[in-house]
T-cell receptor, first 113, second 111 residues
Framework: ETGVTQSPTHLIKTRGQQVTLRCSSQSGHNTVSWYQQALGQGPQFIFQYYREEENGRGNFPPRFSGLQFPNYSSELNVNALELDDSALYLC????????????FGEGSRLTVL | DQQVKQNSPSLSVQEGRISILNCDYTNSMFDYFLWYKKYPAEGPTFLISISSIKDKNEDGRFTVFLNKSAKHLSLHIVPSQPGDSAVYFCAASRTGNQFYFGTGTSLTVIP
């Protein structure tokens, strides 16, 4: 059974650029959630995708967008990067949208200069 | 607005003793609560959960207690082991799809 994998693990961007982060969900999981974890904080919910549709969104601006593909993998896109976007971005998959047990990947650490 | 709070950033416990990690929440609509453990350079790992219809759930050395009237939950680890040293996050949800996490408590178990 393959766990949740994320890429890239680390990346550096400059303010105003765009970034795409990728996530492969655990085998058999049809739901992917994205969280942002700033330094010293707990993970904050960005959005969830279930069967290729957005299924809930946290308090993040529209420049944060996502996709889920037919194989349930997912992308997180952030446009017009700001310094405060520097954080660890965590992807989590789950068996269905309303189950509590999220399986997290190791995260993608984004630094915006 | 922090809806889930972990007021102790760190905790040190001797091996074999009990570790008690605390979590408070403000939203009375939360009906599902979880604890996650996180090691450095790894994603959080699910530990134990409890729904609001229960006040206790036990899994081996780990027990979670829920006090709905006080909007408080706690995680007990007995006996504590050095491998339990990690950051522990509590999380809460009312819809099942959006979880609110606390800021974490770093547990150190001293051999």
């Amino acid at each position: 059974e393959t766990g949740v994998t994320q890429s890239p693990t680390h990346l550096i961007k400059t303010r105003g650029q765009q970034v795409t982060l990728r996530c492969s969900s655990q085998s058999g999981h049809n739901t992917v959630s994205w969280y942002q974890q700033a330094l010293g904080q707990g993970p904050q919910f960005i959005f969830q995708y279930y069967r290729e549709e957005e299924n809930g969104r946290g308090n993040f601006p529209p420049r944060f967008s996502g996709l889920q593909f037919p194989n349930y993998s997912s992308e997180l896109n952030v446009n017009a990067l700001e310094l405060d976007d520097s954080a660890l971005y965590l992807c989590a998959s789950s068996l269905n949208p309303n189950t509590g047990e999220l399986f997290f990947g190791e995260g993608s650490r984004l630094t915006v200069l | 607005d922090q809806q889930v709070k972990q007021n102790s950033p760190s905790l040190s416990v001797q091996e074999g003793r009990i570790s008690i990690l605390n979590c408070d929440y403000t939203n009375s609509m939360f009906d599902y609560f979880l604890w996650y453990k996180k090691y450095p350079a790894e994603g959080p790992t699910f530990l134990i959960s409890i729904s609001s219809i229960k006040d206790k759930n036990e899994d081996g050395r780990f027990t979670v207690f829920l006090n709905k009237s006080a909007k408080h939950l706690s995680l007990h680890i007995v006996p504590s082991q050095p491998g339990d040293s990690a950051v522990y996050f509590c999380a809460a949800s009312r819809t099942g799809n959006q979880f609110y996490f606390g800021t974490g408590t770093s547990l150190t178990v001293i051999p």
